[in-house]
């Protein structure tokens, strides 16, 4: 996560990066994303029904699913990525061609 959140500093004029866990409390949940996003770029949301994991089909957590503007999702990979393999994605959703 604290690779996402550098990226999400770097990209948050173009990409609004969103985490959603789907156990715990709220203030368990806050605790934890002050911990693994503390730059304040990344929104994070507690989805305790589940809606939002259902609505992209994410079985299990990690999951990266990357919508387009118009609500499509372009990209979804289960587990972690290095840097490289998410900048590239993020380059795609994009339309840029940024490194860093």
């Known amino acids: 996560m604290p690779v996402v959140d550098n990226l999400a500093e770097e ?3 173009r ?6 866990a789907w156990k715990g ?12 996003m503390p730059s304040g770029s ?8 589940e809606e939002v994991f259902a609505m992209y089909e994410v079985p299990y957590q ?10 499509q999702v372009v990209e979804r ?4 990525r290095d840097e490289q393999e998410i900048r590239a994605a993020l380059d795609r959703l994009s339309g ?5």
């Open 11 to 13: 990209y948050d004029d």
């Open 15 to 20: 990409i609004a990066f969103v985490a959603v």
């Open 25 to 36: 409390t709220p203030e368990d949940t806050a605790a934890r994303a002050s911990e693994l």
């Open 42 to 49: 990344m929104v994070w949301g507690l989805d305790v029904s």
């Open 62 to 71: 990690p999951v990266t699913v990357l919508i387009s503007a118009d609500k």
């Open 77 to 80: 990979w289960p587990g972690l």
């Open 96 to 100: 840029s061609s940024v490194s860093g």
